[in-house]
T-cell receptor, first 111, second 115 residues
């Protein structure tokens, strides 16, 4: 069963706009990660946020975590056509290195 | 470093045949993961190893699937006999248990088609 579910399933925006995607999960977590997958490729790690953190930044990426609502959001600012990809959240619930991936958001950035 | 290496990149086989997928993790990484990705089920964790020892194989769909890690630089995922519903992209990933903090590095995947 899926631990994390991304919302929306698909998102289409114009280049230069911001893209926001959300991840909801069911049980308490130790860490949450976001990954990107370009079509036909493996996943690439973007950012990790720990359960005691509320916000992290990395370049044009901003991730927030609300453990009370069991949700996280990924914001990509000033999007580019190269940001077109699927984005997944992954949660570690048991203190092990086992991560469960969500269903993903397909982002399309139009030039 | 070359990253996680998987072979073959594409595999087409007939139902009933044995399929072996191979993975070379990043040197020094002590965790190795096998995932399967399909449109219907998304990305599923099949099994993962720590220091060559299987830790959790609860995601392995059935006895037709087996995985081994004979040494720190090589792992295999075997399907015998293969069935059309095994068609998917299989990913291998590795990570380091400290320092980098849980980040998983994925290989390019093996696209398996069973006819």
């Amino acid at each position: 069963s899926q631990q994390g579910e991304e919302d929306p399933q698909a998102l289409s925006i114009q280049e230069g706009e911001n893209a926001t995607m959300n991840c909801s999960y069911k049980t308490s977590i130790n860490n949450l990660q976001w990954y990107r997958q370009n079509s036909g490729r493996g996943l690439v790690h973007l950012i990790l946020i720990r359960s005691n953190e509320r916000e992290k930044h990395s370049g044009r990426l901003r991730v927030t975590l609300d453990t009370s609502k069991k949700s996280s959001s990924l914001l990509i600012t000033a999007s580019r056509a190269a940001d077109t990809a699927s984005y997944f959240c992954a949660t570690d619930t048991s203190g092990t290195y086992k991560y469960i991936f969500g269903t993903g958001t397909r982002l399309k950035v139009l030039a | 470093d070359a990253g996680v290496i998987q072979s073959p990149r594409h595999e087409v086989t007939e139902m009933g045949q044995e399929v072996t997928l191979r993975c070379k993790p990043i040197s020094g990484h002590d965790y190795l993961f096998w995932y399967r990705q399909t449109m219907m089920r998304g990305l599923e964790l099949l099994i993962y190893f720590n220091n060559n020892v299987p830790i959790d194989d609860s995601g392995m769909p059935e006895d037709r699937f087996s995985a081994k890690m004979p040494n720190a630089s090589f792992s295999t995922l075997k399907i015998q006999p293969s069935e059309p519903r095994d068609s998917a992209v299989y990913f291998c990933a590795s990570s380091l248990s400290f320092g980098q903090g849980y980040e998983q590095y994925f290989g390019p995947g093996t696209r398996l088609t069973v006819t």
